[in-house]
Protein backbone atom coordinates (compact mmCIF):
# COMPACT_ATOMS: atom_id res chain seq x y z
CA UNK A 1 0.00 0.00 0.00
CA UNK A 2 0.53 3.43 -0.05
CA UNK A 3 0.31 6.25 2.48
CA UNK A 4 0.35 9.85 1.79
CA UNK A 5 1.58 11.86 5.20
CA UNK A 6 2.48 15.44 6.54
CA UNK A 7 1.35 18.46 8.07
CA UNK A 8 0.23 22.07 7.83
CA UNK A 9 1.20 24.27 10.98
CA UNK A 10 0.91 27.89 10.82
CA UNK A 11 2.27 30.00 13.99
CA UNK A 12 2.50 33.66 15.02
CA UNK A 13 5.00 35.56 16.94
CA UNK A 14 5.95 39.30 18.21
CA UNK A 15 9.28 38.35 17.08
CA UNK A 16 12.03 36.14 15.27
CA UNK A 17 12.19 32.49 16.37
CA UNK A 18 14.52 29.66 16.09
CA UNK A 19 12.58 26.35 15.49
CA UNK A 20 13.47 22.44 15.77
CA UNK A 21 10.65 20.33 14.08
CA UNK A 22 11.03 16.03 14.40
CA UNK A 23 8.32 15.41 11.93
CA UNK A 24 10.06 13.39 9.46
CA UNK A 25 9.67 9.32 9.20
CA UNK A 26 13.08 8.16 10.41
CA UNK A 27 16.29 7.66 8.30
CA UNK A 28 15.78 3.64 7.95
CA UNK A 29 12.08 4.35 6.34
CA UNK A 30 13.15 6.90 4.22
CA UNK A 31 14.36 4.56 1.46
CA UNK A 32 10.65 3.63 1.33
CA UNK A 33 9.46 7.17 0.03
CA UNK A 34 8.36 7.66 -3.29
CA UNK A 35 10.05 10.59 -4.13
CA UNK A 36 11.36 12.92 -1.44
CA UNK A 37 9.34 14.73 1.72
CA UNK A 38 8.43 18.17 -0.04
CA UNK A 39 8.75 21.09 2.85
CA UNK A 40 8.30 24.61 2.22
CA UNK A 41 7.19 27.59 4.33
CA UNK A 42 5.39 31.14 3.39
CA UNK A 43 7.25 32.97 4.02
CA UNK A 44 10.10 30.93 2.80
CA UNK A 45 13.40 31.11 4.79
CA UNK A 46 16.48 28.56 5.10
CA UNK A 47 16.80 25.58 6.93
CA UNK A 48 18.90 22.79 7.64
CA UNK A 49 18.90 19.12 8.74
CA UNK A 50 20.54 16.95 10.74
CA UNK A 51 19.97 13.32 12.94
CA UNK A 52 20.19 13.28 16.54
CA UNK A 53 21.98 11.34 19.32
CA UNK A 54 18.73 8.91 18.91
CA UNK A 55 19.07 8.66 15.28
CA UNK A 56 16.01 10.54 14.67
CA UNK A 57 15.54 13.11 11.83
CA UNK A 58 15.47 16.72 12.61
CA UNK A 59 14.95 20.09 10.75
CA UNK A 60 15.93 23.37 12.19
CA UNK A 61 15.44 26.89 10.63
CA UNK A 62 14.55 30.74 11.86
CA UNK A 63 11.50 32.48 11.73
CA UNK A 64 10.48 36.20 10.81
CA UNK A 65 7.79 37.75 13.24
CA UNK A 66 4.26 37.56 12.35
CA UNK A 67 2.23 34.71 10.60
CA UNK A 68 4.46 31.45 9.48
CA UNK A 69 3.18 28.53 7.47
CA UNK A 70 4.99 25.17 7.61
CA UNK A 71 4.25 22.54 5.36
CA UNK A 72 5.62 18.79 4.57
CA UNK A 73 4.12 16.28 2.68
CA UNK A 74 5.62 12.57 0.96
CA UNK A 75 4.31 9.41 -0.25
CA UNK A 76 5.87 6.23 1.15
CA UNK A 77 5.34 2.66 0.47
CA UNK A 78 4.09 0.20 3.64
CA UNK A 79 3.87 -3.73 3.45
CA UNK A 80 -0.49 -2.63 4.49
CA UNK A 81 0.43 -6.12 6.55
CA UNK A 82 -0.26 -5.50 10.79
CA UNK A 83 2.81 -5.23 12.99
CA UNK A 84 4.27 -8.44 13.35
CA UNK A 85 4.18 -10.04 16.61
CA UNK A 86 5.86 -13.32 18.56
CA UNK A 87 4.35 -14.41 21.83
CA UNK A 88 7.31 -16.04 22.36
CA UNK A 89 9.67 -13.49 22.80
CA UNK A 90 12.13 -14.16 25.62
CA UNK A 91 13.09 -11.30 28.14
CA UNK A 92 17.28 -10.97 28.28
CA UNK A 93 19.00 -10.86 31.19
CA UNK A 94 20.96 -7.43 31.37
CA UNK A 95 24.13 -8.45 31.30
CA UNK A 96 23.42 -10.28 27.59
CA UNK A 97 21.61 -6.70 26.65
CA UNK A 98 23.89 -4.27 24.14
CA UNK A 99 25.59 -1.31 25.30
CA UNK A 100 23.11 0.87 23.16
CA UNK A 101 20.03 -0.36 25.14
CA UNK A 102 21.32 -0.20 28.56
CA UNK A 103 19.91 3.39 28.64
CA UNK A 104 16.18 2.50 28.23
CA UNK A 105 16.34 0.57 30.83
CA UNK A 106 16.79 3.65 33.18
CA UNK A 107 14.33 6.37 34.28
CA UNK A 108 13.46 9.43 32.41
CA UNK A 109 11.97 12.67 33.31
CA UNK A 110 8.09 11.40 32.24
CA UNK A 111 9.06 7.75 32.83
CA UNK A 112 9.87 7.67 36.28
CA UNK A 113 10.56 3.69 36.47
CA UNK A 114 12.37 3.65 40.33
CA UNK A 115 9.18 5.22 41.99
CA UNK A 116 6.86 2.64 40.19
CA UNK A 117 9.45 -0.55 41.21
CA UNK A 118 6.98 -2.05 43.36
CA UNK A 119 3.77 -1.57 41.96
CA UNK A 120 5.09 -2.89 38.82
CA UNK A 121 6.31 -6.44 40.06
CA UNK A 122 2.89 -6.52 42.66
CA UNK A 123 0.89 -5.99 39.28
CA UNK A 124 3.40 -8.31 37.01
CA UNK A 125 5.56 -10.16 38.82
CA UNK A 126 3.91 -13.38 38.41
CA UNK A 127 2.87 -13.30 34.74
CA UNK A 128 5.50 -15.41 32.77
CA UNK A 129 8.65 -13.26 31.60
CA UNK A 130 8.84 -12.50 27.94
CA UNK A 131 5.96 -11.38 25.66
CA UNK A 132 3.09 -12.50 27.92
CA UNK A 133 4.42 -10.12 30.73
CA UNK A 134 4.91 -7.11 28.09
CA UNK A 135 1.54 -7.80 27.23
CA UNK A 136 0.11 -7.69 30.89
CA UNK A 137 1.69 -4.48 31.20
CA UNK A 138 -0.07 -3.43 27.78
CA UNK A 139 -3.67 -4.49 28.84
CA UNK A 140 -3.51 -3.03 32.29
CA UNK A 141 -2.52 0.55 31.29
CA UNK A 142 -4.95 0.11 28.70
CA UNK A 143 -7.89 -0.60 31.03
CA UNK A 144 -6.50 1.85 33.36
CA UNK A 145 -5.95 5.21 31.38
CA UNK A 146 -9.14 6.87 30.15
CA UNK A 147 -8.20 8.52 27.39
CA UNK A 148 -9.42 12.04 26.84
CA UNK A 149 -7.80 15.55 24.72
CA UNK A 150 -8.71 17.69 27.35
CA UNK A 151 -6.79 15.72 29.84
CA UNK A 152 -3.35 16.29 28.37
CA UNK A 153 -1.09 17.68 30.64
CA UNK A 154 2.84 18.55 29.66
CA UNK A 155 3.93 17.72 32.85
CA UNK A 156 2.43 14.33 33.49
CA UNK A 157 4.84 11.30 34.61
CA UNK A 158 4.33 8.42 34.23
CA UNK A 159 3.63 7.91 38.25
CA UNK A 160 1.05 10.84 38.09
CA UNK A 161 -0.35 8.99 35.19
CA UNK A 162 -0.68 5.57 37.41
CA UNK A 163 -2.41 7.75 40.31
CA UNK A 164 -4.38 9.68 37.94
CA UNK A 165 -5.45 7.17 35.38
CA UNK A 166 -6.26 9.69 32.82
CA UNK A 167 -4.50 11.35 30.14
CA UNK A 168 -3.72 11.10 26.45
CA UNK A 169 -1.73 8.64 24.47
CA UNK A 170 1.67 9.65 25.27
CA UNK A 171 0.74 8.81 29.75
CA UNK A 172 -0.18 5.74 27.87
CA UNK A 173 3.14 5.34 26.42
CA UNK A 174 5.00 6.77 29.78
CA UNK A 175 3.43 4.22 31.93
CA UNK A 176 4.05 1.38 30.16
CA UNK A 177 7.57 1.95 29.38
CA UNK A 178 8.29 3.11 33.21
CA UNK A 179 6.32 -0.67 33.83
CA UNK A 180 8.40 -2.60 32.15
CA UNK A 181 11.71 -0.43 32.64
CA UNK A 182 10.95 -1.63 36.48
CA UNK A 183 10.71 -4.75 35.20
CA UNK A 184 14.26 -4.59 33.82
CA UNK A 185 12.82 -4.49 30.09
CA UNK A 186 14.17 -1.50 27.60
CA UNK A 187 11.68 0.06 26.33
CA UNK A 188 11.83 2.86 24.54
CA UNK A 189 9.10 6.09 23.69
CA UNK A 190 7.87 6.40 19.73
CA UNK A 191 6.19 9.10 18.12
CA UNK A 192 4.84 8.83 14.65
CA UNK A 193 1.98 8.96 11.93
CA UNK A 194 -0.55 6.38 12.29
CA UNK A 195 -3.69 6.70 10.08
CA UNK A 196 -6.70 4.70 11.09
CA UNK A 197 -6.22 1.76 8.29
CA UNK A 198 -8.41 -1.63 8.76
CA UNK A 199 -9.82 0.16 11.59
CA UNK A 200 -12.98 2.27 12.49
CA UNK A 201 -12.57 5.94 11.39
CA UNK A 202 -12.55 8.25 14.99
CA UNK A 203 -14.53 11.29 15.13
CA UNK A 204 -11.51 13.08 16.06
CA UNK A 205 -9.34 15.12 14.34
CA UNK A 206 -5.94 13.36 13.03
CA UNK A 207 -3.03 13.90 15.25
CA UNK A 208 0.57 12.01 15.71
CA UNK A 209 0.63 9.23 17.96
CA UNK A 210 2.77 8.11 20.64
CA UNK A 211 3.40 4.43 21.42
CA UNK A 212 5.61 1.59 22.47
CA UNK A 213 8.94 -0.14 21.59
CA UNK A 214 10.22 -2.82 23.78
CA UNK A 215 13.66 -5.51 23.20
CA UNK A 216 12.81 -8.92 23.74
CA UNK A 217 14.94 -11.66 21.98
CA UNK A 218 17.15 -9.57 20.77
CA UNK A 219 14.90 -6.91 18.53
CA UNK A 220 12.83 -4.24 18.87
CA UNK A 221 8.72 -4.79 18.70
CA UNK A 222 5.90 -2.48 18.37
CA UNK A 223 3.17 -2.06 21.06
CA UNK A 224 0.33 0.49 21.58
CA UNK A 225 -0.97 0.70 25.14
CA UNK A 226 -3.76 3.53 24.18
CA UNK A 227 -5.24 1.38 21.33
CA UNK A 228 -3.77 -1.91 22.00
CA UNK A 229 -3.76 -4.17 19.02
CA UNK A 230 -1.11 -4.95 16.17
CA UNK A 231 -1.89 -1.87 14.21
CA UNK A 232 -1.31 -0.91 9.84
CA UNK A 233 0.79 1.33 8.34
CA UNK A 234 2.34 2.87 11.59
CA UNK A 235 5.04 5.72 10.25
CA UNK A 236 7.79 6.79 13.06
CA UNK A 237 9.37 9.78 13.51
CA UNK A 238 11.25 9.48 16.57
CA UNK A 239 12.78 7.04 18.72
CA UNK A 240 13.90 8.31 22.38
CA UNK A 241 13.97 8.11 26.50
CA UNK A 242 10.37 9.50 26.47
CA UNK A 243 8.78 12.36 24.82
CA UNK A 244 11.43 14.61 26.11
CA UNK A 245 13.67 12.94 23.37
CA UNK A 246 11.53 13.71 20.51
CA UNK A 247 9.77 16.93 20.40
CA UNK A 248 7.83 17.15 17.43
CA UNK A 249 8.09 20.91 17.41
CA UNK A 250 10.58 22.67 19.53
CA UNK A 251 10.03 27.07 19.73
CA UNK A 252 12.72 28.91 21.36
CA UNK A 253 10.51 31.96 22.46
CA UNK A 254 7.28 32.53 22.33
CA UNK A 255 4.52 31.89 19.98
CA UNK A 256 0.40 31.30 19.40
CA UNK A 257 -0.69 28.11 17.15
CA UNK A 258 -3.21 29.43 14.69
CA UNK A 259 -3.64 25.89 12.67
CA UNK A 260 -2.10 21.78 13.40
CA UNK A 261 -3.01 19.78 10.52
CA UNK A 262 -1.80 16.51 10.42
CA UNK A 263 -2.62 13.77 7.65
CA UNK A 264 -1.95 9.83 7.01
CA UNK A 265 -4.27 8.66 4.44
CA UNK A 266 -4.15 5.66 1.75
CA UNK A 267 -3.44 6.42 -2.04
CA UNK A 268 -2.67 4.59 -5.19
CA UNK A 269 1.11 5.16 -6.76
CA UNK A 270 0.18 7.96 -8.50
CA UNK A 271 -0.81 9.84 -5.36
CA UNK A 272 -4.82 9.44 -5.78
CA UNK A 273 -6.98 9.30 -3.14
CA UNK A 274 -8.02 5.79 -2.08
CA UNK A 275 -11.44 6.06 -0.04
CA UNK A 276 -12.25 8.32 2.38
CA UNK A 277 -9.32 10.46 4.34
CA UNK A 278 -8.20 8.96 6.96
CA UNK A 279 -7.81 10.46 10.40
CA UNK A 280 -6.84 9.58 13.96
Not at 103 to 119: A, G, H, I, T, V
Not at 139 to 146: K, R
Amino acid sequence: MFIRYGYDIEIESDGPLSLLLQMSVRPERQLDLRGTEEFSTTPEVPFSTFVDDFGNFSRRLGTPAGRFLMRQTAIIADSGLPEPEMPDAQELPVEALPDDVLQFLMPSRYCDSDLLMQPAWDLFGTVSPGWPRVQAVMDWVHNHITFNYQDADPTRTARDAFREGKGVCRDFAHLAIAFCRALNIPARYVNGYLGDFGVPVPPDPMDFAASVQVYLSGRWWNFDPRNNQRRIGRLPVGYGRDATDVPLFSSFGQHQLLNFTVIAEEVDENGRLIGQKQSA
